[in-house]
């Protein structure tokens, strides 16, 4: 199996910073990566497929970078709104994997 | 538009099989590249795959769940079955089910709004 390995834990910006989560691939994942936000008791959200695109309806703000095993996610002027978990997963082998999660706390 | 939404029990007691309904519209599982995943998430945990099953009725399985679930598509229906054997407390979660497709490397970019089961007798 993959392993899937998110940075930080949690973090604690403030309105208006940029933060970057990271999602590291023990394999070779190419662009089989995803990234979703959850917001308490709410479904996860697709938020960027394929490493780098934003799904319809995302805000700007978020993007994906990254190919192979290290992958970041970037929420430039973060909003209140982006409070939440965010999970990275992998659809390159099966069974897919998810990150543990990174908590941001605004 | 597509949309999911899972059905199935909220309580069922140690060693009992649990089966939950994926029900969907917006698309037909018939559709070449098309698949729907179930997903859990235990309470305050992360999330984790458990299955899948594609437009041609190719399944997989989480290799740590695999003796225990079994998943069908009625596409007649626009259904999804997913079923779980042998429920123990560390079964209790938020169940998912989500659409994904080929021509997105198969993100899961629609998602029901979960279904919390618990195991307790």
């Known amino acids: 199996d993959i392993q899937m390995t998110q940075s930080p834990f949690s973090l604690s910006p403030s309105v208006g910073d940029s933060v970057t989560i990271t999602c590291q691939a023990s394999q070779n994942i190419g662009e089989y990566l995803h990234w979703y936000q959850q917001k308490g008791g709410q479904a996860p959200k697709l938020l960027i497929y394929s490493a780098s695109n934003l799904q319809s309806g995302v805000p700007s703000r978020f993007s994906g970078r990254g190919t192979g095993t290290y992958f970041t996610l970037t929420i430039n002027n973060l909003q209140p709104e982006d409070f939440g978990i965010y999970y990275c997963q992998e659809s390159y082998i099966i069974p897919w994997t998810l990150g543990q999660g990174t908590k941001v706390e605004v | 538009q597509i949309t999911l939404k899972e059905f199935g029990p909220t309580l069922v007691k140690p060693t009992q099989t649990l089966t939950l309904t994926c029900s969907f519209s917006?698309?037909?599982?018939?559709?070449?590249?098309?698949?729907v995943a179930w997903i859990r998430q235990p309470p305050g945990r992360a999330l984790e795959w458990l299955a899948l099953?594609?437009?041609?009725?190719?399944?997989r399985f989480s290799p740590s769940l695999e003796s225990r679930l079994t998943i069908t598509k009625d596409t007649s229906r626009n259904q999804v079955v997913l079923t779980l054997t042998n429920m123990g407390p560390e079964d209790t979660a938020t169940y998912y089910c989500?659409?994904?497709?080929?021509?997105?490397?198969?993100?899961?970019?629609?998602w029901g709004p979960g279904t919390t089961v618990t195991v307790s007798s």
């Open positions: 917006g698309f037909s599982l018939n559709t070449s590249g098309l698949a």
């Open positions: 989500a659409h994904a497709e080929y021509d997105w490397n198969y993100a899961m970019d629609v």
């Open positions: 099953v594609y437009w041609d009725n190719d399944k």
